[in-house]
């Protein structure tokens, strides 16, 4: 029985292995880098589903995230730029763990003397450090206290270990912590923070201001990351109550809603803004005449105090100027909930080229998104001209104060564009850059087609060109920590090619249909939570209907190439009324459908799209077309909406 088996066995792999040298006589396969294994390997995914995350992309049933939630105060001195703080955290431990010790980050260590961060910048320099006096800045923690007993806390660089008498328990336990402080705003902060002269005063644009509870979460625990400048912010989210006591020439502006109009404005500046809350038109509340009057700011006080609050949100930040000009107008958002947008600028930004168009810009780009993806959350939506060229903040953002007209449509687009990526949807900034300004990017592109009939939408991208240039071996994958990029690739490998990717997985790969639903199933299941790369990747396939590990991996994991050729077209029998064989081949390791256009020499052009799986088990594959007369032309790609970096190879002629 046994000698009988085998020697059926070894017939039928005589017989299979004839079969398959006749196959591979009638096909060679393409030169090139082309392994269709690669692409197409399984196992994509390294982890199962679990109670916390569940398979199909959405938070498992056990999901659970920490929270914390501040009471801030401070006081700025316009004179020495120091801001004077106190605060009071609650945290509130929803883990299963119980908590020893807590990590909290001290973003403004990195502007002094001898910091990490500052240790790395190259003699050329860099956007991500700080300028100005080091030897001066940082936080100097005065006290860290539970309740009124002192506890012991270790800072290192940019980080501060608190050590818990009695540790914060699983399951909903909570601590209170009181922290006093003090800092000197630096003149340019990693270009998210910083002081801006004008001719009527300093505007401070104060961000990275107090003390901020590091993410405990089940993925890495505490994600202690140094903050060194490249990577961004990664927190939990919390309601705020800030006071901010400035002089009284002062405006502040902030993340929230002002809870004190009444103390901090004039009774003509509070009619003002009651019309610019039921105004689709921009409302002046004080004009550039007036930013030199005294009479626009109430008085008889040296200081002022501004009350602002912000709720599930999970940072804060604010602005202070006495150069301000503040304009508003209502936003109209899906639910009719009330919130505003508002544009505080200097004199010298002023024009209707300019900033005088910043409330528009700021008001359009979120009523479109809000209808398009998931409703603004916050009570108003405030652009502050200023030294930072674009910064992101809850409720709030920071703009350069020379942007004008379509930069400055761009800026205010992009940043509050975060309110989306990360505000809403919180993923880790610190190590995936790409999840919020490659996702915002994106976003941009439509929002951009959007405003104002397309007044400054640019020309449709030209992907062969931009393909080349990002897949070029100089660049690093997507799915690189920001701070293992080279500088002058942060903004293709962050922004640029992820917003890239999803266009085209939105055109060209599932349709804007399929595509819209399956984004905004992900907007919603992670609406305040903190997402994973795999949540993305797996709600976007399951939402969609569609395997695209073969997408992910090429051009988010790796940074493959591609380059498809249109080989060769001959005929059925060697007659074109019966029908064309066209040959293409794929060269390089990233796969993409197929687009052709097929001309006969009638004049007569065909589009023909071929799905991905034609490459799973190819590297070259023959299109049998219908024809019936000779073709003329086969261009692959005609409308150049695929990466394909090599378009000499495009097109065969007769």
């Known amino acids: ?287 550039a005449n007036e930013v030199t009057s005294p009479a626009s700011r109430p008085a008889g006080k040296k200081e002022l105090t501004w009350h602002f609050k912000i709720k599930n949100a999970r940072d804060a930040s604010w602005g202070s100027s006495a150069a301000f000009i503040v304009d508003a107008a209502k936003m109209d958002l899906p639910s009719g909930k009330k919130s505003i947008a508002i544009s505080a600028y200097p004199v010298e930004s002023d024009g209707n080229d300019a900033w005088g168009r910043s409330t528009e810009y700021v008001k359009k780009s979120i009523e479109y998104n809000s209808q398009k993806w998931f409703e603004y959350p916050y009570p108003a939506a405030t652009a502050v001209a200023g030294r930072v060229g674009g910064m992101e903040y809850p409720g709030i953002v920071f703009c350069g104060f020379k942007a004008k007209k379509s930069q400055l449509w761009g800026v205010n687009d992009h940043e509050f564009g975060h309110t989306w990526f990360p505000m809403i949807v919180g993923s880790n900034e610190r190590l995936y850059g790409w999840m919020d300004e490659g ?65 085209m997985l939105r055109e060209t790969i599932l349709g804007p249909e399929r595509f819209d639903y399956a984004f905004r199933t992900y907007i919603a299941r992670w609406a305040f939570k903190h997402p994973t790369p795999d949540d993305f990747f797996r709600t976007m396939e399951n939402a969609s209907g569609e395997n695209l590990s073969w997408f992910w991996r090429g051009w988010f994991v790796n940074n493959w190439r591609l380059d498809v050729a249109v080989r060769d077209v001959k005929y059925v029998g060697g007659d074109a009324n019966k029908g064309a064989l066209i040959t293409i081949e794929n060269l390089d390791k990233l796969v993409m459908p197929v687009i052709l256009d097929i001309k006969t020499v009638s004049g007569k052009v065909t589009r023909l799209k071929l799905p991905v799986e034609i490459w799973e088990r190819n590297n070259s594959f023959v299109v049998k077309y219908p024809s019936t007369e000779e073709i003329q032309s086969v261009t692959y790609d005609p409308d150049k909406v695929l990466p394909d970096y090599n378009p000499d190879n495009n097109v065969w002629q007769k």
């Open 1 to 287: 029985m046994k000698l009988k088996l085998i020697a059926g066995c070894t017939l039928a792999i005589m017989a299979v292995s004839s079969v398959v040298v006749q196959a591979q006589q009638q096909e060679q396969p393409a030169a090139g880098n082309y392994n269709y294994h690669d692409p197409f390997a399984p196992f994509f995914y390294t982890k199962n589903g679990s109670e916390f995350r569940a398979a199909d992309g959405q938070p498992g049933p056990r999901y659970w995230q920490n929270r914390a939630d501040y009471q801030l105060n401070a006081r700025l001195n316009d004179q020495t730029n120091e801001v004077t703080g106190s605060e009071v955290l609650t945290y509130t431990n929803n883990s299963p763990q119980k908590l020893d010790f807590l990590w909290m980050q001290l973003d403004q260590n990195l502007f002094a003397e001898g910091s990490r961060g500052s240790a790395i910048i190259p003699p050329s320099g860099s956007r991500n450090g700080g300028r100005g006096d080091l030897s001066k800045g940082g936080y100097k923690i005065k006290s860290v206290k539970v309740g009124d007993t002192p506890v012991k806390y270790l800072i290192e660089d940019t980080r501060m270990q608190i050590f818990l008498p009695a540790g914060v328990n699983a399951n909903g336990g909570q601590v209170k912590l009181n922290i006093e402080y003090s800092f000197i705003v630096p003149d340019y902060g990693s270009d998210r923070t910083g002081i801006q002269e004008t001719k009527n005063g300093k505007i401070y644009t104060v961000a990275q201001w107090y003390p901020r509870m590091y993410v405990y979460d089940d993925i890495m625990g505490w994600n202690a990351v140094p903050y060194t400048g490249p990577g961004e912010f990664y927190l939990e989210y919390g309601d705020f109550d800030l006071n901010i006591t400035a002089p009284a020439n002062h405006i502040v502006v902030a993340s929230g809603e002002l809870q004190n109009p009444q103390d901090v404005y004039t009774p003509e500046q509070l009619k003002r803004w009651a019309q610019a809350e039921k105004s689709e038109q921009t409302v002046m509340i004080r004009s």
């Open 439 to 503: 996702f915002n990017t994106f976003i941009n592109t439509l929002s951009t087609a959007d405003f104002n009939k397309g007044e400054y939408a640019s020309k449709k991208q030209d992907m062969h060109k931009a393909g080349a240039f990002v897949t070029s071996a100089q660049m690093e994958p997507i799915m690189s920590y920001p701070e293992n990029l080279k500088e002058a690739n942060t903004g293709w490998m962050l922004y640029f090619k992820p917003g890239m990717g999803l266009t």
